[in-house]
């Protein structure tokens, strides 16, 4: 059965949070309550979100900030281990980028995927920086 791709904010926020699970972006399982309430507003209020599947089984999702006039961000794009290294993160991309072809897109990423976003047209951008205190007051990272 293929993927299929979805565009969408009415997900399975518990799944949603599993999968953030599977790929060690969270780490307490004690605040897995917290973490999903902040997961499922973070989603309903981007403007553009993308689901992929395996039949009925959510397997991986990105989500998009943007002005919609200059700017565009990718946030968020997680597949499940088991499904990983088989183009989905690619379509999940391009499905952003073609949603706004006109915007300037950004991501943060960890280095472990730098060769992933290099291979989707991204360089490394040497002036980018972010406010330390940010870390210590959000949920995800304390």
Request: glycine share 4%; net charge positive; aromatic share 16%.
């Amino acid at each position: 059965m293929p993927i299929i791709y979805k565009e969408t904010k009415d997900l399975d926020y518990e799944r949603v949070v599993d999968i953030f699970y599977s790929v060690k972006f969270l780490k307490h399982p004690h605040k897995r309550k917290i973490y999903k309430r902040a997961i499922e507003k973070a989603f309903r209020n981007s403007q553009y979100v993308v689901a992929a599947y395996d039949n009925d089984k959510l397997i991986a999702f990105v989500r998009v900030l943007t002005d919609k006039s200059l700017f565009a961000t990718i946030w968020n794009l997680i597949v499940s281990p088991d499904y990983q290294i088989k183009g989905i993160g690619q379509t999940l991309v391009r499905r952003c980028l073609d949603k706004y072809p006109k915007l300037h897109f950004f991501t943060i990423a960890d280095k472990s995927v730098y060769k992933f976003y290099e291979k989707m047209g991204f360089k490394i951008h040497s002036h980018g920086m972010y406010l330390e205190k940010g870390r210590k007051v959000c949920l995800i990272y304390n």
